[in-house]
């Protein structure tokens, strides 16, 4: 069973550019949710991708984008790029209607915005 | 919204001490509570969950259980090892399960 991967595992941007995380969920699992984690604190709900369509999603502004492939992997995108989008940026999947909630983590892709 | 508290840390422990971080939560409905944990240098796993009001879950010897009453999920184990070092977190999940909802995590050290 491959669990979840992520890549690039670190970049480093600018301010105002634009950046594309990958993650390729667990093999079976068909929803994929992205968290955003800074430094010290807990991890944040940006989206959910459920068949190939967003699913619910949290506090953040749209220059924060996604997509999931047929084969279930997906993209994060974000425009614009701010210093405070600096963090942990962590993929999750899952199998969407599993009654247990339980989510499977890649490593994270770290990114920092000068 | 949903939210979550947890103690503070950095916790510290000599090996073999008993272990309780408290967690409490707010949410609407009946959500599902997690502890996930994060060892040095890896992702984000779960550690256990309760489902339902009175569940307890268990794991490598770690216990929590759902409280409704007090809406605290407390994770304690009996005797902590130095393998245990890691920053744990609580979480709870919507019915619909779109959305884990973490708390700010509390790291663990146990020396010897």
């Known amino acids: 069973e491959t669990g979840v991967t992520q890549s690039p595992t670190h970049l480093i941007k600018t301010r105002g550019q634009q950046v594309t995380l990958r993650c390729s969920s667990q093999?079976?699992?068909?929803?994929v949710s992205w968290y955003q984690q800074a430094l010290g604190q807990g991890p944040q709900f940006i989206f959910q991708y459920y068949r190939e369509e967003e699913n619910g999603r949290g506090n953040f502004p749209p220059r924060f984008s996604g997509l999931q492939f047929p084969n279930y992997s997906s993209e994060l995108n974000v425009n614009a790029l701010e210093l405070d989008d600096s963090a942990l940026y962590l993929c999750?999947?899952?199998?969407?209607?599993?009654?247990?909630?339980?989510?499977?983590f890649g490593e994270g892709s770290r990114l920092t915005v000068l | 919204g949903d939210s979550v508290t947890q103690m503070e840390g950095p916790v510290t422990l000599s090996e073999e001490a008993f272990l309780t971080i408290n967690c409490t939560y707010t949410a609407t409905g009946y959500p599902s509570l997690f502890w996930y944990v994060q060892y040095p240098g890896e992702g984000l796993q779960l550690l256990l969950k309760a489902t339902k009001a009175d569940d307890k879950g268990s794991n490598k010897g770690f216990e929590a259980t759902y409280r409704k009453e007090t809406t605290s999920f407390h994770l304690e184990k009996g005797s902590v090892q130095v393998s245990d070092s890691a920053v744990y977190f609580c979480?709870?999940?919507?019915?619909?399960?779109?959305?884990?909802?973490f708390g700010t995590g509390t790291k663990l050290q146990v020396i010897p």
């Open positions: 093999s079976g699992h068909n929803t």
């Open positions: 979480a709870l999940s919507d019915q619909g399960y779109q959305k884990v909802t």
């Open positions: 999750a999947s899952s199998l969407g209607g599993s009654s247990t909630g339980e989510l499977f």
